[in-house]
């Protein structure tokens, strides 16, 4: 296996605070993980340390086997491709200029060849975003927006691909349509990390998981390692029931 993500021993403070605490992982190419946990466990955090959108004050990444602080931005862009959690914009742009943006480490976004623009296309016509190609991004809903922004990290067309609760504002459908993608994205060789919180979403499409707990890896590995009855409790506090959907065929889990 080829890994494409590599942190050993990661620290990350916010003043005197330790949010992400002794972080060791090994990502590789070609597999769909979830990043699970509770709420304030360090997901956002850990994504966008990878991201290099924050700094780390021990350890070490390394990004398809080079430490990841010497990527400048463009080296970084054609790499990764992060869609944040907030996708909130200020300014009135059109949805295509906004996934065309995507393509910023190929080549400046308004000046866009053929190429370019079939990349584009195909991006938002698998996100069905291809009906707001003229509309203004601060016309569309939260969902929407959320789509917009899949569109783009596709568009970026990397092999790392990193989510931020992409589908918390998604109705059931496009849940399903964007993990569908993604799932199909990481069986064609691509690397997708993504942060959800439901869990039976998670242990359905996501082939690894990765549970934070107080901004340390509490388990990671394959979804029957990970969502068991004992690390449901100790993670989250609840009881559940963990067991096998035959119609799914995937672990289903229900608080009690």
């Keep these: ?3 494409m993500i590599s942190i050993h021993n990661l620290y990350v403070n916010f003043g005197n605070r330790s949010i992400l605490k002794n972080i060791e992982l090994n990502i590789y190419r070609g597999k769909f993980y979830g990043l699970i946990g509770p709420n304030g466990s360090g997901k956002t955090t850990l994504l966008k340390t990878i991201a290099k ?18 990527f400048n931005q463009k080296e970084l862009a054609k790499t990764l491709s992060y869609v944040p959690q907030d996708t909130n914009i200020d300014f009135d742009f059109q949805v295509k200029d906004i996934v065309a943006m995507g393509r910023h480490a190929h080549q400046h976004y308004l000046n866009r060849n053929q190429s370019n623009e079939e990349i584009i296309r195909k991006a938002m016509i698998e996100t069905d975003t291809y009906r707001f190609y003229e509309h203004s991004i601060l016309n569309l809903s939260g969902g929407q927006r959320q789509l917009v922004f899949i569109a783009k990290a596709l568009a970026q067309d ?11 504002a998604l109705d059931i459908y496009y849940q399903l349509r964007i993990l569908k993608l993604l799932q199909q994205l990481s069986k064609q060789g691509k690397t997708v990390v993504i942060v959800l919180h439901d869990l039976n979403l998670a242990a359905r499409f996501c082939e690894k998981l990765i549970l934070l707990k107080d901004g340390a890896v509490e388990v990671a590995g394959n979804c029957n390692a990970v969502l068991t009855q004992k690390t449901l409790k100790n993670t989250y506090q609840i009881d559940a029931s963990v067991r096998e959907d035959e119609i799914i065929d995937s672990l289903y889990i229900t608080p009690l």
């Design 1 to 3: 296996m080829i890994e």
């Design 53 to 70: 959108l924050l700094p780390y004050q021990q350890g070490s990444i390394e990004i398809t086997e080079k430490k990841q602080k010497s």
């Design 158 to 168: 990397t092999p790392i691909i990193l989510l931020d609760e992409p589908i918390s």
